[in-house]
């Protein structure tokens, strides 16, 4: 094999609050020879997205923390170059955890083969991939039925805007709150929201209060603080809260000053119940039956912000927190 030259991207140091370029870099290195059960594989697609923040922290979470100079993790899509296992053939295309990178070498147990026929390729990192999945864990987790009235923050992002539409082909009645009116329509005319408002424009439990009178039965949390106060306040008796993000206070630098009225949970007896999508792993194939016939049936909307270039990645990352992606962000490997 010619030795293959790859650029990856590095944490070279760690972030305190908001991450800067200058904590990452971009190094080109020289992948070693293929030996015996291995794979080749290049990368077409990688995904960022928020919970990478969490792992740039020195210290113990449900994942370790990335280490220093070392290539960063992460989803992505790429295409068998060279295999020496029976496994799998040049022209594959596989999933992996090998995201941040360009090329990689690596075990066939580390590598998930998946259907080239479905396009784009990049769904895979999205609707029908670890994203997509979160969402549909999340409203399993909580046996969303018909019927109920479910409140998604972060509802236009990569998890929300899946699991708006999961639940609504449930049978559910959904309501959405996002940053911009693009994302907005986006929602509402894309997706099938319900009601959806923005955030910035007004107090969130006045409006959510106004979206659903009647209370909710049901919050998906991606953003926590005072998102999960409101969603505290308007749940009914009984209702459910899936923990599934906490993106208000991934950058923090000082403990959160909400939710203040956590005793409703006690007042209401409320179930909230944390999610962590590698839980769910054996039932991945389960999902992606599941999810991938509503998705080629076209019951399923799948939305992508792209950007191109593996020296883009730090950017399209940090866009994260500053609401730049509608949808899964995506990078695209040239």
Not at 185 to 207: H, I, M, R, T
Request: proline share 4%; charged share 20%.
């Amino acid at each position: 094999m010619t030795a293959i030259k790859s650029q990856e991207i590095q944490l070279i140091s760690r972030p305190k609050g908001i991450p800067t370029e200058d904590n990452f870099a971009l190094v080109q290195t020289e992948l070693e020879s293929l030996q015996n059960q291995q794979v080749l594989v290049r990368n077409l697609y990688m995904s960022v997205d928020p919970y990478m923040r969490g792992r740039m922290t020195d210290r113990k979470s449900y994942v370790p923390p990335f280490e220093l100079d070392k290539p960063l993790e992460g989803g992505a899509v790429g295409e068998v170059i060279e295999s020496r296992s029976p496994n799998f053939q040049p022209g594959d295309i596989v999933t992996s955890n090998f995201g941040w990178r360009e090329y990689f070498i690596a075990a066939p147990q580390d590598l998930h083969q998946v259907e080239r026929k479905i396009q784009p390729l990049s769904i895979y990192l999205g609707a029908l991939g670890m994203t997509g999945m979160t969402a549909w864990a999340g409203l399993n987790l909580v046996e969303v039925k018909a019927g109920d009235i479910v409140f998604i923050s972060g509802a236009a992002g990569a998890v929300g805007s899946v699991a708006g539409q999961l639940a609504k082909i449930r049978g559910c009645r959904v309501i959405g709150t996002a940053g911009s009116s693009e994302k907005i329509k986006f929602l509402q005319e894309e997706c099938g929201f319900d009601k959806a408002f923005n955030y910035k424009s007004d107090s969130v439990l006045e409006q959510l209060e106004l979206a659903a009178p009647d209370g909710i039965d049901v919050y998906f949390d991606n953003v926590g603080g005072e998102m999960l106060e409101a969603a505290l306040s308007v749940l009914r008796v009984h209702g459910r809260i899936i923990a599934c993000g906490s993106i208000s206070g991934y950058n923090a630098t000082k403990p959160p000053s909400a939710p203040h009225n956590l005793f409703n949970m006690t007042t209401k007896r409320l179930t909230m119940k944390g999610l962590i999508v590698s839980d769910w792993l054996d039932r991945q194939d389960e999902f992606e039956r599941e999810v991938g016939g509503y998705f080629q049936a076209g019951q399923l909307k799948s939305k992508e912000t792209l950007v191109t270039g593996i020296d883009r990645a730090v950017s399209a990352f940090l866009g994260l927190f500053e609401g730049k992606n509608i949808g899964k962000m995506v990078v695209k490997l040239e």
